[in-house]
């Protein structure tokens, strides 16, 4: 007679269900008062105000429903390691994984009856909601299948790929506690790690400004609860009568990784050792992995926070994270060993202290050459600096936040950029100037380069060739530069696609205190005279008499000290919403702005606005 082995056993799963029902009826109830009991509620609220197919429940229908697809993940990631912890509970307890062990199944047939028990506690339910909101929207004549459907695919597929995660981590421990935090790590294992090593190379290297945008794309795509809470989103488009989605992508793409863990997990649950039951790690190759991994990062965050808290520079912080990475790796082996006595595994703690203390070497002194690297300008295809703010109109191109590829105007941010490196010992500085400025450049070869800095400048070395005052002051004096700063092409962009030059503004400001200032502003053209004004205001501009900063003089400005200033505001002509809006301050030298303001005075319809430009143009002009 053949063994009567199986690979799903139906008692099994029964028995399972029943004995963790507290935990699927919690799951169901709180959706069931999210979902169809908030439906029941609008419900009464349009028969109270009488109404035979309300507003209120097309207002549920169509909105809240789809609201509650991005509250499923949160509830997902909770519900779905605390099923894993219940339907694999047996595996924590030596009695309980040997029982098991000895029935006459297979282990493909125990693992896949605990894995259908557990995914059933939170599919039912999602299936259960689903129809008693349909019922409830069918009683108020509001059924809304499409919103429905989202609902029940981003909610069923976030709780599909939770569960696979918490099923995973419980093949790698012996110890039920040890799970949730295990899970935990994992789901936010590759953010932390990466925010972590950019916090220390911040503290080591002059000029780091983080990892390139690529790498924060694969960290968010590795923390799936901020990559699904940034993609799940949906809303009703009344003018076209359609429900617009996003995120299910992305949900799809979550379904398919969840499907390999559950794979891993079965593989691991195959080999697991029965005598593993009560141990922090229950795999024998990953006992490594977690001893150095917990030294790694005990090391960076207690190191990182001790300094902080010592106030310590670049040595108090090789010192911590190399002591905090050893007491890290002893508490990693006392778990592990489930025992005090571990001073005698000394060599581990040596390793670990032998890579740090090569890794300090290796930054310490700039083996790599990252502190003093600067592209050579004929390399490099574009720069992108932003963040650079150092004379302040308080108008629109206070921030130099551009993109610039003209051979000349690379050679201005290399040179920048070696001041900045020059002036990496300094730390303080007797000049009011300074600003942050992060540079991105692009290289021929198509890699990229990002430095970030704290820059000095001084007034006195702007014909110092070389200086970051001499670099910043031709910055600040390219007429071509300046236009793209204050964004002319974009607002020109707006009106050329069916926007409309509303109205042209004076803004006249007053000191009230030392820190404080006022501004009234004055309609000074609508239409064709708003589009005559900014015509002047673009001449002076392309002509380099308008929006020119200079840094001579400009210590006595180094707080907000607002001037004068014209805004222009193109509308959509069907809403009157405002499409793009543009603010330049006033200077003596604009001659076809202020001829222009001259012209515009005397048709003004405010008597009290006439008074005020003409004491602006006279302010001006002197």
């Not at 519900?79 to 006459?104: C, E, I, K, Q, T």
């Not at 001790?306 to 994270?321: D, N």
């Not at 595994?345 to 310490?364: D, E, I, S």
């Not at 205190?513 to 064709?528: F, L, N, T």
Request: aromatic fraction near 14%; proline fraction near 2%.
């Amino acid at each position: 007679m053949r063994s009567g082995t199986s690979y799903f056993d139906l008692t099994i799963y029964k028995k399972t269900v029943a004995r963790f029902w507290p935990l699927w009826a919690a799951y169901f109830a709180l959706w069931f008062i999210i979902m169809p009991l908030g439906g029941m509620m609008y419900l009464r609220m349009d028969a109270y105000n009488g109404i035979e197919y309300g507003s209120y429940m097309e207002n549920f229908a169509k909105g809240m429903v789809a609201g509650r697809a991005q509250t499923a993940l949160p509830i997902a990631a909770v519900f779905g390691v605390l099923a894993a912890m219940a339907v694999f509970s047996h595996l924590y307890n030596a009695r309980s994984a040997n029982l098991f062990g000895s029935l006459p199944l297979r282990r493909e047939g125990l693992f896949l009856s605990h894995y259908a028990a557990g995914l059933s506690y939170l599919i039912v339910p999602n299936l259960a909601v689903f129809l008693l909101t349909l019922i409830v929207e069918a009683a108020g004549g509001c059924v809304n299948m499409q919103v429905l459907l989202y609902w029940l695919a981003v909610s069923c597929g976030g709780c599909f790929l939770f569960y696979s995660m918490a099923v995973f981590c419980a093949m790698f421990t012996g110890h039920i506690l040890a799970l949730p935090i295990f899970y935990g790590v994992l789901n936010v294992f590759a953010a932390g790690v990466v925010g972590l090593v950019e916090l220390v190379l911040d503290g080591f290297y002059y000029g780091f400004a983080g990892f390139g945008d690529w790498v924060h794309d694969v960290v968010k795509w590795l923390t799936p609860v901020w990559k699904l809470q940034s993609a799940v989103s949906c809303y009703w488009d009344s003018g076209r009568d359609v429900l617009i989605t996003y995120g299910l992508g992305e949900v799809g793409i979550y379904v398919l990784a969840a499907l390999a863990l559950t794979a891993g997990a079965f593989l691991l649950y195959r080999a697991r050792r029965l005598e593993s039951a009560g141990d922090v790690v229950s795999v024998k190759c990953m006992r490594p992995v977690f001893k150095y991994g917990v030294a790694l990062c005990v090391g960076m965050v207690f190191g990182v926070g001790t300094t902080v808290f010592l106030s310590g520079e670049e040595a108090t912080l090789m010192v911590c994270i190399l002591v905090w990475g050893v007491i890290g790796y002893f508490a990693a082996q006392m778990l592990l060993d489930k025992s005090f006595r571990v001073l005698k595994k000394w060599k581990g703690a040596a390793a670990v202290a032998g890579v740090f203390a090569a890794l300090f070497l290796v930054v310490g002194f700039d083996l790599t050459g990252f502190e003093t690297r600067v592209p050579d300008a004929a390399d490099v295809q574009s720069v992108h600096v932003s963040r650079l703010s150092v004379v302040n109109f308080a108008d629109d191109g206070d921030i130099l936040r551009l993109a610039v590829d003209d051979p000349d105007q690379v050679a201005l941010m290399t040179a920048l950029h070696r001041a900045a490196i020059d002036q990496r010992e300094q730390r303080t500085a007797d000049t009011n100037l300074s600003s942050s400025v992060t540079l991105r450049y692009t290289l021929n070869n198509g890699s990229t380069l990002s430095r970030e800095y704290y820059v000095y400048f001084y007034p006195s070395e702007v014909d110092q060739e070389g200086s970051a005052a001499w670099a910043l002051e031709r910055l600040y004096h390219d007429a071509d530069l300046c236009w793209e700063v204050y964004g002319f092409d974009e607002l020109e962009k707006a009106i050329a696609e069916g926007g409309r030059l509303d109205i042209a503004t004076l803004n006249c400001y007053d000191k009230e205190g030392d820190w404080e200032w006022s501004a009234v502003g004055h309609v000074v053209g609508y239409g064709e005279d708003a589009r005559a004004l900014l015509n002047a205001v673009e001449q002076d501009v392309r002509a380099g008499r308008l929006g020119v900063r200079t840094l001579v003089g400009a210590e006595d400005y180094y707080y907000r000290n607002p001037r004068d200033s014209l805004s222009f505001r193109v509308v959509d002509p069907g809403t009157m919403d405002t499409q793009y809006q543009l603010e330049i301050a006033l200077q003596g030298t604009a001659s076809d702005t202020l001829a222009e303001l001259e012209r515009l005075t005397p048709v003004m319809r405010s008597e009290t606005g006439r008074a005020e430009v003409e004491a602006a143009l006279q302010k001006l002009t002197g």
